[in-house]
């Protein structure tokens, strides 16, 4: 962004986004719209998700060191980068509530039921701001120790959930034709992969910018991967039903019992959960408060972040009345809503930036032979 020399390891970019992807995705129905065929839905919404990540990577790699925002400074000037910091602004402040709020009702709901709603927030925000006051590589470093937890308990979870699995539950294929799989994949593209768009902020501190595209369709292509073996699990165990349900899978893990020792491991499940919420809140807040400081006077985005975790907690109390609310906006509201900051915006500047390359590098072209 100009204001910070951070660097990012690539391995610790790819944990980080990898993270963030696994996010609140990990915890709310995926595709439900598609049923038990939602698994089709991710697969075909993975592959969609590289579209929209090869726009706003291209852009970045078309001006090495510069964020989203500064190619759209150079390119039409300072007033549009205001505007366009504003709302990427906005859009990762919103995004940044709506993962608060569902983890807040995910966690009252199934935990801490007589905890007040407010405790639960600050004591989730105030790690949050420790995390993002910290700077982008001790995010980075703390997603590959969470990233770790993530992978092991889905791998236990798969292997003790295996023993209630009915793949008669996935059948039959497609018995409600493509067009519910279709709208389930565009669900998918705009959440959670195409909220990697914030990632164009972080571009810059990429220790190897020449090397982002790849890293980046490898990471969504590992994070569809993992959508893909919890729906899945899910759908083995919960049948039909897994497409219904709020928390979809905290009940598949109430399934888990071995040998009448091994039960209630829902706990587990839940601290790995809050751990990626943690990560993804931690973006949201660090890319809301880098998206301040390149519009407005105070050029480091450090200050920013007190004031906008006191929003954060404030709004989210107001913004969605129920938990339910804030998922079936996610699921519903949320794909098209997203549309312009994921899409539209940056596709914009890929095509202005092309002819802006093309223009500035003829002057150089030699006259004749």
Known sequence: MGNTTEQVSNTGFGAMMLVFLAGSSMTIPLASVAGHDAWIAILIGTVGSFGLAYVYVRVCQLFPGKSLLDIVGVLFGSWAKRIAGLLYAWYSFHLGILVLRIFVDFISTVALIKTPNLIISLVMMSVVLWAAYAGIEVLARCSLVVLFFILVEGAFSVILMSKDFNFNNLMPILD????PVMEGATQIVSFPFGETVLFAMVLPSLRKISRARKLVFIILLFGGLMMLVVNVRNSLVLGEAASRMIFTTY????????ADFLERVEPLAIVTWVMGGFVKSCVCLYVCAQALAAVLPVKHYRPYLLPIVILTIEVSFFIYKTGTESV???LWVWPW?????????PLALLLIAVIFKKRTAAPAAPNGG
Not at 251 to 258: D, F, L, R, V
């Open 337 to 345: 809503y997203s549309l312009p900051f994921q899409l539209l915006i």
């Open 176 to 179: 409600r034709g493509w067009g």
């Open 328 to 330: 079936q906006f996610a």
């Open 251 to 258: 009940t598949a893990y109430q399934y888990i019992s071995n």
